[in-house]
């Protein structure tokens, strides 16, 4: 059973930091690309981020990049979202997802979801 559990959210005041970690289980973690959503309250899902099966190609959505950085340890089966200079408007629940293909930034191009972590940035 494919599992991808999120952590590392929580409230953070504009300007701060957070580090938001997915660990996956009953998956073969060096076959699957990985990526990070977000959806804020009444707003549909939005790409934030992703990265290939050994790491070596990522990519943002533009309101994210050089802020935002994605990395995976692929010996702890982890993949992280490093969140930098924060703003109110990345306010949302954070989830983490999975697929063999790498460069989807629909939902519908992922195929394991973890259940989200919240992230509050208050101003």
């Known amino acids: 059973q494919v599992q991808l559990v999120e952590s590392g959210g929580g409230l953070v005041q504009a300007g701060g930091s957070l580090r938001l970690s997915c660990a996956a289980s009953?998956?073969?973690?060096?076959?699957?690309?990985m990526g990070w959503f977000r959806q804020a309250p009444g707003k549909e899902p939005e790409f934030v981020a992703a990265?290939?099966?050994?790491?070596?190609?990522?990519n943002y959505t533009d309101s994210v990049a050089g802020r935002f950085t994605i990395s995976r340890d692929n010996a702890k089966n982890t993949v992280y979202l490093q969140m930098n200079s924060l703003k109110p408007e990345d306010t949302a629940v954070y989830y983490c997802a999975a697929d063999r293909r790498y460069g989807g930034q629909r939902r519908v191009e992922y195929e394991y979801w973890g259940q989200g972590t919240q992230v509050t940035v208050s101003s």
């Open positions: 990265i290939s099966w050994g790491g070596g190609s990522t």
């Open positions: 009953g998956l073969t973690f060096t076959s699957y690309a």
